[in-house]
């Protein structure tokens, strides 16, 4: 085991659970063994330029070719310098004279089970409609719109429509608070508001037009705001400012080129929390970031024309940005899209929603796949999912006892699991097994994409050895990379490229086995250090989940006057389990049992809930202050449960 000094993490965790793609799978796949994988990784390494290059000609439409495929100065990249293209071009008009013209772009589902179908060439003339609307409003190439609508097909047009004229989105999730919308159009300098009267959500309304009115009266450069009508509640329209959504389309003609747009054209801004409380706007491109999302669907997805894909993010989220609106539409899928709970009006609704519409690939967050397990499979099953034929996971690492469930109950042991790490940050997956190439391992992410060139470093700044965790950079810049924090030059620098020089700093820890495989070990600043052994906060919490009783665990340190930390968990037990001394104790041995006594908990806490930000990661800030009896709530763990507290808890956290 390596000293504390090193900056080295230690791993006790051991997996050897093995999964090869079976042989029918892989025989239908574009990559379809681990040479085919190996040569397409080594010839990106050996010449990312070129291979981009080939790629962007071969994937891409180009209004006019670019001069150059890269120009790098640390930080700041650019991809197909000089060229001219447009990402909802390429996502709608390029299968216009296609067999895809009437294939179904969007298949949605709203909560009270409404469904709508929308081809290509639908999507594509709602899409041209509502980029005349918004020109007529007054929106110009690089003015920004702010967008915070529910899960309709709108958003998808909403966000389209804005690449169509080179507009840039700011999509909040339509769950944050007033202040928080009203913080990132300041920071933006949003010009139009686009939302909704309504949001289902688990059968109650969520009055969205209501808080988008208290943010806009903090919202000074806010000047329009088109309201969608998806409920029909009563809401109140500002003269002026105010106008629907059916009437500017009714009036839009269906007519609107696609405006011939600069390869590094900014296309979104996107919020995510930053380490010091702010969010930061983090800034996506043009051509580099539609590449990206749709070579990345198409590899880690396996893409065949008469799948269904479900993605089941928010487009509030970066993955409902790379694997809703953009990469599979640039790929010509068919989407999925559901509006509403998981859990509304019963916890069957996602399994209910695979069996009625025959859905082919299913990807969506651990912490969605725990909420299952602690449901309880009856739900499950009750239908036949036998339409599946590849999972996925995204937004935080996976115990291995949850993949194993995964992988039994929902893929029925034949679908394989894509395991994709990747963030806001990086544009689309880095990370990920090629379901027909890679065999899996429970919790691992496997390997790196091609163009994608991975490092491990210790504080020191070395290359750390097979086994040991370390900060996880990027050694090479690669097309979906962000282009900066807007309008904040200096924090994209310190935040990314400082610390370790020349490379993208992750800001996540991970350490590769004996295999070559990956495995995040997640945040730096989640790391815990008992007795000079810097342990990662998943392992520990995937011990714990690896027992029967345990849905979810949460791992943090707090500090420990003998051993520098100490571990404290909090634990939500499974439905058919109690709280009690004997479970805490069992609990404990068990985590001695499985990775050592190192690792055995200190503290553990039973919780109904943990608290989470509002894409599903656990708080462990907040946890930590808990442990360490520095929130107010400290030692009370019924406040745990207090959603009220929770509510005011997790806007802090924004
Ligand atoms: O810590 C990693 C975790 O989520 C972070 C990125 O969060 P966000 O920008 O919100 O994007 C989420 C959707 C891509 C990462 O730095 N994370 C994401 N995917 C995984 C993961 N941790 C472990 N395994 C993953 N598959």
Request: charged fraction near 20%; glycine fraction near 0%; aromatic fraction near 0%.
């Given at each position: 085991m390596s000293d504390s000094t090193s900056g080295q993490i230690d791993s006790v965790m051991t997996e050897d659970r093995l999964f090869p793609p079976n042989a029918e799978f892989a025989s239908r796949s574009a990559i379809g063994s681990m040479a085919a994988y190996q040569k397409l990784y080594d010839e990106a390494k050996a010449n990312p330029e070129a291979f981009w290059d080939k790629l962007a000609k071969a994937e891409l439409h180009w209004f006019k070719p670019y001069d150059k495929v890269l120009e790098w100065k640390v930080p700041n990249a650019k991809w197909f310098v000089g060229g001219k293209t447009n990402v909802s071009y390429n996502c709608l008009d390029a299968h216009l004279t296609t067999a895809r013209r009437n294939k179904a772009a969007i298949i949605w589902e709203g909560e009270p089970g409404d469904t709508r179908t929308l081809t290509y060439q639908q999507l594509h003339q709602e899409v041209c409609k509502f980029a005349n609307a918004l020109k007529k409003l007054g929106v110009k190439p690089g003015d920004v719109v702010s967008i915070y609508m529910p899960m309709t097909p709108e958003l998808v047009v909403a966000m389209q429509a804005c690449a169509r004229i080179g507009a840039v989105h700011s999509v909040i999730f339509a769950g944050f608070s007033a202040e928080a919308i009203a913080d990132r159009n300041n920071d933006a300098n949003a010009k139009i508001q686009l939302t909704a009267d309504a949001a289902w959500r688990r059968g109650k309304q969520l009055e969205l037009k209501s808080v988008v009115d208290e943010a806009l009266a903090k919202s000074p450069t806010v000047e329009k705001c088109v309201v969608l009508k998806r409920i029909g509640n009563e809401v109140t329209m500002q003269d002026g400012r105010d106008v629907w959504w059916h009437d500017v389309m009714a009036e839009a003609s269906t007519d609107c080129p696609a405006a011939q747009l600069d390869s590094e054209a900014p296309l979104f801004i996107l919020y995510t929390s930053g380490s010091t409380g702010k969010p930061k706007g983090i800034k996506h491109t043009t051509a580099g970031y539609i590449l990206w999302a749709k070579k990345t669907f198409e590899w880690v997805f396996d893409h065949r024309d008469e799948d269904i894909f479900w993605c089941t993010a928010d487009c509030g989220w970066i993955t409902g940005h790379s694997y809703v609106a953009y990469g599979p539409l640039a790929a010509g899928a068919t989407v999925m899209m559901y509006e509403g709970a998981p859990n509304w009006p019963l916890e069957n609704r996602f399994w209910e929603l695979i069996e009625k519409h025959k859905i082919n690939i299913l990807y969506t967050a651990p912490t969605a796949i725990r909420a299952f397990i602690k449901w309880g499979d009856e739900h499950v099953d009750k239908h036949d999912l036998s339409s599946l034929r590849l999972l996925g996971t995204v937004g935080e690492g996976i115990n291995p006892e949850a993949w194993m469930w995964y992988h039994r109950k929902i893929g029925g042991e034949r679908c394989p699991i894509v395991d994709t790490w990747w963030q806001t940050e990086t544009g689309g997956i880095m990370m990920s097994p090629l379901p027909g190439a890679i065999p899996t391992k429970p919790g691992s992410c496997t390997k790196p994409l091609p163009g994608v060139i991975p490092s491990i470093v210790d504080e020191q700044l070395h290359e750390v050895q097979q086994n040991h965790g370390g900060m996880l950079c990027v050694s090479h810049p690669w097309p979906g990379m962000l282009r900066g924090i807007w309008e904040d030059d200096a924090r994209y620098n310190e935040q990314y490229w400082t610390k370790v020089p020349g490379k993208y700093l992750t800001g996540d820890n991970a350490r590769q086995d004996d295999d070559g495989y990956y495995w995040i070990m997640g945040r730096i600043d989640d790391v815990i250090n008992v007795s000079g052994h810097r342990l990662s906060t998943i392992e520990v919490e995937s011990a714990l989940v690896?027992?029967?009783?345990?849905a979810e665990a949460a791992a943090v340190g707090r500090p420990d006057e003998i051993k520098g930390q100490a571990i404290a968990v909090f634990v939500t037990i499974k439905g058919n389990a109690e709280p009690s001394e004997e479970l805490r104790q069992e609990l404990k041995l068990h985590v001695r049992k499985e990775i050592g006594a190192l690792a055995q908990p200190d503290d553990i806490r039973f919780t109904a809930a943990l608290p989470k930000t509002r894409s599903g990661k656990i708080m462990r800030r907040l946890l930590r202050d808990i442990a360490s009896g520095n929130a107010d709530i400290a030692g009370d763990t019924s406040t745990l449960e207090d959603y009220s507290v929770l509510a005011k808890l997790r806007d802090d956290e924004e």
């Open positions: 690896s027992h029967s009783k345990v």
